[in-house]
Antibody, heavy 118, light 107 residues
Framework: QVQLVESGGGLVKPGGSLRLSCAAS????????INWIRQAPGKGLEWVSY????????NYADSVKGRFTISRDNAKSSLYLQMNGLRAEDTAVYYC???????????WGQGTLVTVSS | DIQMTQSPSSLSASVGDRVTITCRAS??????LAWYQQKPGKVPKLLIS???ILRSGVPSRFSGSGSGTDFTLTINSLQPEDVATYYC?????????FGQGTKVEIK
C-alpha cells in the first residue's frame, strides 16, 4: 500500500537547521510530484514547497524562500527538506504529500513535528 | 498570488442537515480545486479533486461543484463522523494555497 513516512523533526534553537526526510513506498515514486505542507499548532494548512516528479522544478512559499531547500532521490524513493535559519514561526507538523502532475495530493504522510524554541 | 477564502470559518448543524461550505479564489483557477477533510488529531484526507470528482471510498453524501472562482462543498445528511475541519486548496500552479478551513461541529 502507499506509504509516506516523514522523519527528522525535533527541537531546534532559532537560527538552527534541520533536515526532514520522507520515505515513500508502495508506488512508483518517480511518477509523482511531492509537496511539503505544514500545520502550526492549532492552525490551518500551509503549503511550503513543491518538487516535480523528476526533481527538475521546485517552488517555495515566500515564507521559506531562501531558507528551505527541497530535493529528492528517485533511486531511493526519498524526499528531503533542508531547513536553515529556522524561526519560531516555523514550528509546525510537516507533512509530505504526493500527487500526479496537475492533480491534488491524494496521499499524505503522518507528519513530523518541528519545534523551534530556545 | 491567488488567495483562497473559505466561508464560514465554523458551523454547527444537526445530524441529517445539509451543510454547504464555500471557497472563493481571488482569480480564476478553472477546476483545479481540491477539498480535504481533517478530523481532530488526524492527517488531512483528500475528499474531492477537480472541483467535483469524489475520491473513491468517500461517502456519496459529499459533493463538490464550481469552476473559475467560486466553489462549494456540500455534505448531504450530516453524520457524527463528519465532524472535522474542511480545507479547499488550489493546485493549478504555485503557490498551492489552502483556504483557512471550516470547522464543522454537531449541534
Amino acid at each position: 500500500q502507499v506509504q509516506l513516512v516523514e522523519s527528522g523533526g525535533g527541537l531546534v534553537k532559532p537560527g538552527g537547521s534541520l533536515r526532514l526526510s520522507c520515505a515513500a513506498s508502495g508506488f512508483t515514486f518517480s511518477d509523482y510530484y511531492i509537496n511539503w505542507i505544514r500545520q502550526a499548532p492549532g492552525k490551518g494548512l500551509e503549503w511550503v514547497s513543491y518538487i516535480s516528479s523528476s526533481g527538475s522544478y521546485t517552488n517555495y512559499a515566500d515564507s521559506v524562500k531562501g531558507r528551505f531547500t527541497i530535493s529528492r532521490d528517485n533511486a531511493k524513493s526519498s524526499l528531503y527538506l533542508q531547513m536553515n535559519g529556522l524561526r519560531a514561526e516555523d514550528t509546525a507538523v510537516y507533512y509530505c504529500a504526493r500527487g500526479l502532475e496537475a492533480s491534488a495530493n491524494d496521499y499524505w504522510g503522518q507528519g513530523t513535528l518541528v519545534t523551534v524554541s530556545s | 498570488d491567488i488567495q483562497m477564502t473559505q466561508s464560514p470559518s465554523s458551523l454547527s448543524a444537526s445530524v441529517g442537515d445539509r451543510v454547504t461550505i464555500t471557497c472563493r479564489a481571488s482569480q480564476g483557477i478553472s477546476n483545479y480545486l481540491a477539498w480535504y477533510q481533517q478530523k481532530p488529531g488526524k492527517v488531512p484526507k483528500l475528499l474531492i479533486s477537480a472541483a467535483s470528482i469524489l475520491r473513491s471510498g468517500v461517502p456519496s453524501r459529499f459533493s463538490g461543484s464550481g469552476s473559475g472562482t467560486d466553489f462549494t462543498l456540500t455534505i448531504n445528511s450530516l453524520q457524527p463522523e463528519d465532524v472535522a475541519t474542511y480545507y479547499c486548496q488550489k493546485y493549478n500552479s504555485a503557490p498551492w494555497t489552502f483556504g483557512q478551513g471550516t470547522k464543522v461541529e454537531i449541534k
